[in-house]
């Protein structure tokens, strides 16, 4: 059996949204305990609601497609549903990840959430 589902191999090879966001609203830096990893997640705030995430990772291939994908959960989402959008929801969107990868896909909401709290911190909430 494949340790991967085809859509987490295809967010791998083709992950959306890389790279960083033009004068962000909120930035958000995560680090996975547990390997070393790290994630920088930027995002553009309009009308309360995410309309532009981007990601870096240096990171592994559960890690890279996690992002990607979360950035596609949370595109267009309103702070509230971003910030209620969980590890279990992104994995599952994947077609499910092995358990000795699920931490790696903490960073993705972990660095959306942090990125939300950057930008609600500046606006002094
Ligand atoms: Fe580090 Fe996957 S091994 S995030």
Same mark, same amino acid.
């Given at each position: 059996?494949?340790?991967?589902?085809?859509?987490?191999?295809?967010h791998f090879?083709?992950p959306?949204?890389?790279?960083?966001v033009e /004068?962000?609203?909120?930035? +958000?830096?995560?680090?996975?305990?547990t390997?070393g990893? #790290? !994630? @920088?997640?930027?995002?553009?705030? $309009?009308?309360?609601?995410?309309?532009?995430? /981007?990601?870096?990772?240096l +990171?592994?291939?559960?890690?890279?497609?996690?992002?990607? #994908? !979360? @950035?596609?959960?949370?595109q267009? $989402?309103?702070i509230?549903?971003g910030?209620?959008l969980?590890?279990d929801?992104?994995?599952?969107?994947?077609?499910g990840?092995?358990?000795e990868?699920?931490?790696?896909?903490?960073?993705?909401?972990?660095?959306?959430?942090?990125?939300?709290?950057?930008?609600q911190?500046?606006?002094g909430?």
């Open positions: 059996m494949d340790l991967y589902s085809d859509i987490v191999m295809d090879k083709n959306r949204n890389v790279g960083a /004068k962000p609203d909120g930035v +958000g830096e995560v680090g996975n305990p390997c990893d #790290m !994630m @920088t997640i930027t995002i553009k705030v $309009k009308d309360e609601h995410l309309s532009e995430i /981007k990601f870096k990772t +990171g592994c291939g559960a890690a890279i497609a996690t992002s990607s #994908m !979360m @950035t596609e959960l949370a267009g $989402k309103s509230e549903e910030m209620s969980t590890r929801m992104v994995a599952e969107a994947l077609g990840l092995p358990p990868k699920m931490h790696c896909s903490n960073l993705a909401a972990d660095g959306l959430h942090a990125a939300i709290k950057d930008y911190e500046k606006l909430k």
